[in-house]
């Protein structure tokens, strides 16, 4: 069965420091997916990035870097030099092969304060 | 370019009244549909998944129900309302091919049982 697992509930910091976002994930297949989406006090969800298992590659876009480790079933989530902007809460998904489905954490409030 | 819509935005119904959430995606042809609800406590879950005409999955029993009348419609309904089916309403859609597994969200529809 999967199962992602995201122990930060809510993480308050003040702009300019850097924050990291943790997900641990369980699954029993080879092949899967990740996912990290943002939902910002509007409401909707906010697609941030898929990762395929077998890319293990750090990826950078702008602020935002993952990190993937598959020996540790970790896809955690850095933000560098955080703004009010990036308040919302942040969620972690997988997804196997073949599957429809996403599996979700119960995400993590990130509070951004000036 | 894709868009996905739900209406309404918000809505208040008493207690036993009827519901009807829509959801329409355009810019793509046989999505997988997807209806998630969000209560206070911020987890996502899912209610249904459609990967077709007919073709529709309940993930957990209640007293709602999904139809999916064209191929990009969507839509939630319940015959009598209740108190715990208050919250946060989801609409999302993903490739039907299953090559993009990451699934795009709506705006969302707040509903308040009353």
């Known amino acids: 069965a999967q199962k992602v697992t995201q122990a930060q509930t809510e993480i308050s910091v003040v702009e300019k420091e850097d924050v990291t976002l943790d997900c641990v994930y369980e699954?029993?297949?080879?092949?899967?997916?990740l996912f990290w989406y943002k939902q910002p006090p509007s409401g909707e969800l906010v697609f941030l990035i898929r990762r395929n298992s077998f890319d293990e590659q750090n990826e950078i876009s702008g602020r935002y870097s993952w990190n993937f480790q598959k020996s540790t079933s970790s896809f955690n989530f850095t933000i560098t030099a955080s703004q009010v902007v990036d308040s919302a809460v942040y969620f972690c998904a997988l997804s196997e092969a073949g599957y429809s489905t996403l599996t979700f954490g119960k995400g993590t409030m990130l509070l951004v304060s000036p | 370019s894709q868009t996905i819509h739900q209406w309404p935005a918000t809505l208040v119904q008493p207690v036993g009244s009827p519901l009807s959430l829509e959801c329409t995606v355009e810019?793509?042809?046989?999505?997988?549909l997807y209806w998630y609800r969000q209560a206070a406590g911020r987890g996502l879950q899912l209610l249904f998944y459609s990967i077709g005409i007919d073709q529709i999955s309940s993930e957990v029993p209640q007293n709602l129900s999904a139809s999916r009348p064209q191929d990009r419609q969507f839509i939630l309904s319940s015959k009598k309302l209740l108190l715990s089916d208050s919250g946060f309403y989801l609409c999302?859609?993903?490739?039907?091919?299953?090559?993009?597994?990451?699934?795009?969200f709506g705006p969302g529809t707040r509903l308040t049982v009353t």
């Open positions: 999302a859609w993903s490739d039907g091919g299953a090559s993009l597994p990451e699934q795009y």
């Open positions: 699954t029993r297949d080879t092949t899967y997916y």
């Open positions: 810019g793509t042809s046989n999505p997988n």
